[in-house]
Antibody
Framework: QVQLVESGGGVVQPGRSLRLSCAAS????????MHWVRQAPGKGLEWVTI????????HYADSVKGRFIISRDNSKNTLYLQMNSLRPEDTAVYYC????????WGQGTLVTVSS | QSVLTQPPSVSGAPGQRVIISCTGS?????????VHWYQQLAGAAPKLLIY???NRPAGVPDRFSGSKSGTSASLAITGLQAEDEADYYC???????????FGGGTKLTVL
């Protein structure tokens, strides 16, 4: 069965970096575009970024452009999100999601940006 | 402020029908991009409920249906059940932002 498992979340100080991972299994990972979507505590969903199936194309929300980098390693069935220059407003649960529209989601990993 | 506008909350009694609206503009829903709906139960990840305006993934009951007209879309839920109590989000693509966008979400309460 399709599984997406995020990891790498935690508490980080403003201005620091963090890298999230999303391990995929149960499907041909290299055939699908992948998204990162986040949800601040008590708030709605916010799209963050998408990467094409082969990693050749990426798009970012304005709120993270120039700070976050999405990437993937199809040989390892893993999606990444490199988050730099983190701000308190980046505090959220980060979900990875398969395909467009997103038919499978991980359970999310919590990132807290606080001093 | 979300690019797609949803009512913050709706409610209905068991067995009733409710409709959740999603209002966009000419750069997203009105530009003929598909509208998708997600259900998020408390403490859980979102789940795809309706895709491309009016299609249900396998396993989604036919009590859930979607429609789209002009710059708006709607999610209808008939025969309300207690288990339908959740947050619902619409999503589309916006070509002026070059970004995927969500509505602000609607909390459905089953009375």
């Amino acid at each position: 069965q399709v599984q997406l498992v995020e990891s790498g979340g935690g508490v980080v100080q403003p201005g620091r970096s963090l890298r999230l991972s999303c391990a995929a299994s149960g499907f041909s990972f290299s055939n699908y575009p992948m998204h990162w979507v986040r949800q601040a505590p008590g708030k709605g969903l916010e799209w963050v970024t998408i990467i094409s199936y082969d990693g050749s194309n990426e798009h970012y929300a304005d709120s993270v452009k120039g700070r976050f980098i999405i990437s993937r390693d199809n040989s390892k069935n893993t999606l990444y999100l490199q988050m730099n220059s983190l701000r308190p407003e980046d505090t959220a649960v980060y979900y990875c999601a398969r395909n467009d529209p997103s038919d499978y989601w991980g359970q999310g990993t919590l990132v807290t940006v606080s001093s | 402020q979300s690019v797609l506008t949803q009512p913050p909350s709706v409610s209905g009694a068991p067995g009733q029908r409710v409709i959740i609206s999603c209002t966009g503009s000419s750069s997203n829903i009105g530009a003929n991009y598909g509208v998708h709906w997600y259900q998020q139960l408390a403490g859980a990840a979102p789940k795809l409920l309706i895709y491309s305006n009016n299609n249900r993934p396998a396993g989604v009951p036919d009590r859930f249906s979607g429609s789209k007209s002009g710059t708006s879309a709607s999610l209808a839920i008939t025969g309300l059940q207690a288990e339908d109590e959740a947050d619902y989000y619409c999503q589309s693509y916006d070509n002026s932002l070059s970004a995927w966008v969500f509505g602000g979400g609607t909390k459905l309460t089953v009375l």
